[in-house]
C-alpha cells in the first residue's frame, strides 16, 4: 500500500508564474488536507477536501489560491502569480475519514520563488 | 478556533535522559491529541495519539499525558537516543482539523 504520493517534491518558479503541487492520498482515503510549512514554524492548515468537494478552505488565501480534488486523479494546489512569501514546503496528508482519524502525510513539496 | 501553544521551542539533552515536552489547548471541545515526529527536511509522521477518554497511554520510551481539567497535554521520551533528535509537534482537535503547535526541536547529544 503505497503512502501519499506528492509531486514534484521541489519546484522552483519565478515571480508571476502558476505553481501546481499535486498529491495522492493513499489507497482508499477520501479525505485531502493541505498544509503549509514555513522554515521553523508549525504545520499551518489551508484547505479540506473530498472527491469532488472542497469542505473547508479557511486557512487558504483569498486570492491566488485554489485547490480541487477530481473524482479521477491528484488533488492539486494551484498558486497563480506566485511571489517570494510563497516559497514554503507544502504537505498534503489523507484519511480514512474526517473527525479524529489518522492523518497520513506526503513527502511535501518544496516551493522555491525566485 | 482552537489555539495550541508548545513548549519548549528547542531542548537539548543528553542521551540516556528523558525529555518532556508540554502543550496547552483552548477548545474544551477537543478530543483527540496526536504527536507527529518530523526528522529534518521529511515528512511528518505520527507517533502516538491519545483520545479524550484516556489520561495516559504508552508505547515503549513514548508516553502521552492528558488532563483534561487543566487542557494539557505531554509528550514524555524516557532513554532518549540520537536517533530521536527531530522537530516534534503536538496538535489538537475535535473536528477534522487538528490545530498543531509550533513544534519543538529536541536535540540528544551522544
Known amino acids: 500500500n503505497a503512502g501519499v504520493m506528492q509531486n514534484p517534491r521541489h519546484l522552483v518558479r519565478r515571480r508571476g508564474q502558476e505553481a501546481r503541487l499535486r498529491c495522492s492520498p493513499m489507497?482508499?482515503?477520501?479525505?485531502v488536507y493541505w498544509y503549509r510549512q514555513l522554515p521553523e514554524e508549525g504545520l499551518k492548515f489551508m484547505v479540506y477536501?473530498?472527491?469532488?468537494?472542497?469542505?473547508?478552505e479557511s486557512g487558504m488565501p483569498k486570492e491566488r489560491f485554489s485547490a480541487e480534488f477530481p473524482k479521477e486523479g491528484p488533488s492539486i494546489l494551484r498558486i497563480q502569480q506566485v511571489v517570494r512569501g510563497d516559497s514554503a514546503a507544502y504537505f498534503c496528508?489523507?484519511?480514512?475519514?474526517?473527525?479524529?482519524?489518522?492523518?497520513?502525510f506526503g513527502p511535501g513539496t518544496r516551493l522555491t520563488v525566485t | 478556533g482552537e489555539n495550541v501553544e508548545q513548549h519548549p521551542s528547542t531542548l537539548s539533552v543528553q542521551e540516556g535522559d528523558s525529555a518532556v515536552i508540554k502543550c496547552t489547548y483552548s477548545?474544551?471541545?477537543?478530543?483527540?491529541f496526536p504527536w507527529y515526529k518530523q526528522e529534518l527536511g521529511k515528512r511528518p509522521q505520527l507517533i502516538i495519539d491519545i483520545r479524550s477518554n484516556v489520561g495516559e497511554k504508552k508505547d515503549q520510551r513514548i508516553a502521552v499525558t492528558l488532563n483534561k481539567t487543566a487542557k494539557h497535554f505531554s509528550l514524555h521520551i524516557t532513554e532518549t537516543q540520537p536517533e530521536d533528535s527531530a522537530v516534534y509537534f503536538c496538535?489538537?482537535?475535535?473536528?477534522?482539523?487538528?490545530?498543531f503547535g509550533r513544534g519543538t526541536s529536541l536535540i540528544v547529544h551522544p
Open positions: 489507497k482508499g482515503h477520501s479525505h
Open positions: 477536501l473530498q472527491k469532488e468537494n472542497i469542505i473547508d
Open positions: 496538535a489538537a482537535g475535535g473536528s477534522y482539523i487538528p490545530t
Open positions: 477548545d474544551s471541545a477537543s478530543n483527540y
Open positions: 496528508a489523507s484519511s480514512e475519514g474526517q473527525d479524529d482519524y489518522e492523518q497520513y
